[in-house]
């Protein structure tokens, strides 16, 4: 069983950076492929980023790349979120997750998963 905790979340004006951390306890954290998912209100939850197991692949969706950059420290089980150039349709709840695939994009290949982090991001 794997419990994540997102944090670093918080309010940020249009063009800033936030850091999001995830820290992972109760499982072999360099076993799962983590990943980044956003929701914005009245949205559907929504992939953002994914890095594998050593942290050798890394997977975007389309509108984070080159802004946002996944990364993930084994030795301190936790896994990252840079985000750059935020705007404010970035303005969402982010959650972590893990799956024990090697490397996965939908939420169905992810079973356990933080309680989110508020972004807002303010123009």
């Known amino acids: 069983q794997v419990q994540l905790v997102e944090s670093g979340g918080g309010l940020v004006q249009a063009g800033g950076s936030l850091r999001l951390s995830c820290a992972a306890s109760?499982?072999?954290?360099?076993?799962?492929?983590m990943g980044w998912f956003r929701q914005a209100p009245g949205k559907e939850r929504e992939f953002v980023a994914a890095?594998?197991?050593?942290?050798?692949?890394?997977y975007y969706a389309n509108s984070m790349k080159g802004r946002f950059t996944v990364s993930r420290n084994n030795a301190k089980n936790t896994v990252y979120l840079q985000m750059n150039s935020l705007k404010p349709e970035d303005t969402a709840v982010y959650y972590c997750?893990?799956?024990?695939?090697?490397?996965?994009?939908?939420?169905?290949?992810?079973?356990?998963w933080g309680q989110g982090t508020q972004v807002t991001v303010s123009s």
């Open positions: 997750a893990a799956s024990a695939l090697l490397l996965a994009t939908t939420l169905p290949r992810y079973g356990y």
């Open positions: 109760g499982g072999t954290f360099s076993s799962y492929c």
């Open positions: 890095i594998s197991w050593s942290g050798g692949s890394t």
